[in-house]
């Protein structure tokens, strides 16, 4: 990958971690958390999945082959599509306040938010995520990236499930209605 294409992924991507570690210092207290178990795979998950898609100095094979042939325009749509899903995320993010955690919780005087990013899709956090993700691979251009993104979707996914039973327990008939209302991950589609 060029290196002023890839400086500017890894710095969108640094720019979303500072961004989540400042807002993580203004959250309301937690009334109940998933499970440990639950939590340490989808780190597990993640992990694995950000190694793959950050760390090029990994040899496994053909992972390190190409999907895409080398070329700056397939690494400047990935800039792209890195920017805009980083840019949702820290929307949402922003969005969603002092009700985040990093973990799927119940906050005190959790709201359900239905407005901004959230009237596209339930998680929007993720769906951004994935769609950086997805950019990153595009850019990078090899295998071993769109593993890295499959991994990332099943671990969201997974995750989101997890965070659909809270907040069904929590709003009941009303987080019904909004998962009737508003896919998951994918506008109209999932």
Known sequence: MDSDV?????????????????????VKRTERRQTSGSRRTHILLMLIAALLLFDNRLNIGPLNRRFLPYGLFAQYVGLLLTAFGIGFSVWARFYLGANWSASVTVKQSHQLVRTGP??????????????????????????????????AAFAWAAKSRVEEQFMTGQFGGAYEAYKRDVKALIPFVW
């Open 6 to 26: 890839r400086d500017l992924i890894y710095g969108l991507w640094l720019v979303a971690g500072l961004v989540w570690v400042v807002a993580a210092l203004a």
């Open 118 to 151: 959230y009237r596209i899709v339930r998680h929007p956090i993720y769906t951004g995520f994935l769609l950086a993700a997805l950019g990153t691979a595009v850019a990078v251009g090899q295998y071993r990236c769109l593993l890295a993104t499959l991994i």
